[in-house]
């Protein structure tokens, strides 16, 4: 088939089958439900079509999320039951981090032996990183006393959901959490930050040693960078079957009805995210310069990835590879994006503020002005350095709602919703944290304005 016969066959069944599902929701017409199921599937397989035809990683990436959603609603057994290939892909992702991180520190900072640029990007790391996380707290908490959509939230009957019993974190737990004990069980334990500072030390102890010495360890560490890399294009050939499972387990889960019943909640969280990039993120992106259309490009695939399986982890290996791609120094990447992951968490710091608030607003509790900002200040805190803790925002919620005195059973109405609202802030952690690499590449100036990436990752092997 033809790619203009694809396009047009694509066009015809989407078209056709949001006509009708249309017609059936809004009562005009009654369409059978078997008709409905299968315009859907004559739909998807004009998607898939089009996939073969584009031979595009990025678009069987959405694609596979279009079936993995059909799947779930069509089948939500099955689709239950497809949650072990999204767990594979996760689990083949987390092998990756580690040893892609140590190798490119360590060529990073020793392979330069700068250790003042080091220095330099830590600091204008923090500075941008501390701005932007404040600005993201507060439109959430704008927001929330805007839509105000935990007004009149009663506790539903039945709920059995058991919520883990979490000491809220104190200055010292922050601190601690930074620094490895022992880098085998950091890395056992996904602790991208510890696994990060312990590479930074390394490598500034390896620029250090004499030439002679520094040599052998330093071509190792470029030559296992370069394998994991190769290692991320391997595994990404599994992500469309990876992402549209998790997107199967989502729905067969949750179910789609679950929309309707928090649509409030839902939309006023996805309402400030868009608002959040909109007003955040384009600005700077105009300020630095930044050829928009290229980054979107060069993002689309980790941000599909973060936004279908939920986690951040997942899109980090294409998310350095696409930033070195654009024009970022590799240097600068390795440095910049997993720091993020820990103190650049836009998405997240969004989240908390407005979850925050909307536990106080189930509970009938006005906060006044300063309350909230005494709790937006404390959520500045806490926050930071969290990165591979189990159910991250949710450790951080409780804490906070636990050092405010406010009740906890408004936190199972956000489980409920918890997987849909998590897509949400993951992909925006990743787009802040890729938008960071580019800023700190040009403060350094250092970033390659004439890059011309491969945004087609099904060619590279």
Not at 231 to 255: D, E, Q, S
Not at 280 to 301: M, S, Y
């Amino acid at each position: 088939m033809k790619l203009y016969n694809t396009h047009l066959y694509t066009l015809v069944t989407v078209s056709v089958a949001f006509f009708l599902a249309a017609l059936s929701y809004l009562d005009f017409f009654l369409v059978p439900n078997e008709a409905l199921i299968i315009t859907r599937w004559l739909a998807i397989s004009g998607l898939v079509f089009y996939g073969i035809k584009k031979k595009s990683l990025t678009s069987w990436i959405l694609i596979s999320m279009v079936v993995g959603a059909e799947i779930g609603n069509d089948f939500p057994d099955f689709g239950i039951k497809l949650q072990v290939l999204s767990k594979v892909f996760l689990k083949m992702i987390k092998t990756i981090i580690a040893p892609l991180l140590f190798g490119t520190l360590v060529v990073g900072i020793a392979g330069h032996s700068d250790l003042k640029q080091v220095g330099r990007m830590g600091w204008k790391s923090i500075l941008y990183f501390e701005i932007v996380t404040t600005i993201a707290l507060f439109i959430g908490l704008f927001a929330i006393n805007i839509s105000k959509a935990g007004m009149g939230i009663k506790l539903p009957s039945g709920v059995q959901e058991e919520l883990p019993k979490i000491a809220p974190q104190t200055f010292n737990d922050i601190i601690l959490h930074i620094f490895p004990e022992n880098i085998a069980k950091s890395i056992a334990d996904g602790q991208v930050l510890q696994i990060v500072v312990f590479s930074i030390l390394f490598g500034i102890a390896l620029a250090m040693v004499d030439e002679k010495k520094r040599q052998p360890m330093l071509k190792a560490a470029e030559s296992l960078s370069e394998v994991m890399f190769k290692f991320t294009n391997i595994i990404m050939y599994f992500a469309p079957i990876g992402v549209g499972a998790a997107i199967a387990y989502t729905v067969g889960h949750m179910g789609l009805g679950i929309l309707v019943n928090l649509f409030h909640l839902l939309a006023t969280l996805y309402i400030a995210l868009i608002a959040f990039v909109l007003l955040v993120f384009l600005p700077i992106a105009l300020i630095i310069k930044l050829n928009i259309r290229k980054f979107l490009q060069a993002i689309a695939e980790p941000v599909s990835i973060a936004f279908a399986t939920t986690s951040s982890e997942a899109a980090l290996p294409r998310a350095m590879e696409a930033m070195e791609k654009l024009g970022v120094p590799r240097k600068i990447v390795a440095f910049v994006m997993p720091t993020g992951y820990s103190f650049n968490l836009d998405g997240t710091t969004l989240y908390l503020s407005l979850a925050s608030i909307f536990v106080a607003q189930a509970a009938g509790i006005n906060l006044t002005l300063g309350q909230q900002l005494l709790m937006v200040f404390t959520l500045m805190l806490t926050s930071k350095g969290v990165a591979g803790v189990p159910r991250a925002s949710l450790v951080i919620l409780l804490g906070t709602v636990a050092s405010f005195g406010l009740p906890v059973w408004p936190v199972f109405i956000i489980l409920g919703i918890d997987e849909l609202m998590d897509m949400a802030r993951t992909s925006v952690n990743v787009v802040g944290n890729c938008l960071a690499t580019v800023v700190i590449a040009k403060w350094e100036g250092e970033f390659n304005e004439n890059a011309n990436p491969d945004l087609n990752p099904l060619t590279e092997i």
